[in-house]
């Protein structure tokens, strides 16, 4: 058995630190190549079980992943189970999982792991769509989910006393948000939910509610409004440019030491390929940019 290293640099990630990724593969001489360029048309039957592990904010991708990946190779089942970034990276360090998932960059004490971004997302600001408020400032922000804001009208909305809504420890869509805003330690929240979904219907449900959500997750969505931060839209463009601040990666995380199958090999191969940057962007994500 051998480990291949697969290293990805990501340049216009200012906010995420470049990461080489080691991903295993069986060696020796009936060892199946992945296709060429990550794709997944290997014509030579891959099989079996790869299990994914983590974060919800990702539920659209890894799914758009999967079913593509499926579709080309019908013996292999791709298995996603959406315990939250925390349990993914747990999960693929104790090797309970073939890959973990993670919304946010692994912390320093989190060792003897690797990761490779397979796209980038924004952490949406959203609103009540009867607040009245369509977009705030990153000061204002932070003082609505520390409590130094307490009512709409300071922020331009209605007379309505703040409801902030967020998720719960452990998740990277919380994580991310609060590196980013300051707010780490110091929000105070009426309610901790435990998916992105959850916080949207939550916040849609409540006149006087604020929350953040996954850029990915809000397609289709009804009763939010989605702010702008500083005047800037949380767009495919302004995620890339950076110029949107409120933006996290998406990781696929491995031990490693780690021997993947060939199966789980492929799918990580193909999660960077070129041929699924169109899949990442109809879920809703960035595709992340090729390291040069």
Do not use: H
Not at 71 to 95: F, H, L, M, Q, R
Request: net charge negative; proline share 2%.
């Amino acid at each position: 058995m051998k480990i291949k290293k697969i290293g990805m640099i990501l340049a216009a990630m200012a906010a995420s630190t470049a990461l080489a990724c080691c991903l295993a593969s069986c060696g020796g001489g009936d060892q199946k190549p992945a296709a060429e360029n990550g794709g997944s048309g290997n014509a030579a039957a891959l099989s079996g079980t790869v299990s994914t592990n983590g974060s919800t904010s990702m539920e659209k991708v890894v799914g758009a992943l999967s079913e593509a990946f499926m579709a080309e190779n019908p013996d292999v089942k791709i298995t996603y189970d959406a315990t939250g970034s925390g349990t993914g990276i747990e999960s693929a360090k104790n090797k309970s999982c073939d890959v973990g998932l993670a919304s946010r960059a692994l912390k320093d004490e989190e060792t003897g792991l690797a990761s490779t971004t397979v796209a980038l997302d924004g952490i949406v600001v959203i609103v009540n769509s009867e607040s009245g408020v369509k977009d705030l400032s990153m000061e204002q922000i932070t003082g609505l989910f520390t409590g130094k804001i307490k009512n709409w009208k300071e922020v331009g909305g209605a007379d309505l006393e703040v409801s902030c809504i967020g998720r719960e420890n452990g998740s990277g869509t919380r994580d991310g948000f609060e590196s980013v805003t300051d707010t780490k330690d110091a929000c105070k929240l009426d309610q901790e939910l435990t998916s992105t979904g959850a916080v949207i219907t939550a916040v849609a449900s409540s006149k006087n509610a604020v929350g953040y959500a996954s850029f990915s997750s809000l397609e289709g969505q009804e009763g939010i409004t989605a702010v702008t931060v500083g005047g800037v839209e949380c767009t495919e463009d302004t995620i890339l440019d950076g110029t949107y601040a409120i933006q996290r990666p998406f990781n696929f995380i491995v031990a490693e030491d780690a021997q993947l199958s060939d199966a789980a090999q492929a799918f990580a191969d193909f999660a960077v390929s070129p041929a699924a940057a169109d899949l990442i962007r109809a879920a809703g994500a960035v595709p992340a940019p090729q390291g040069k």
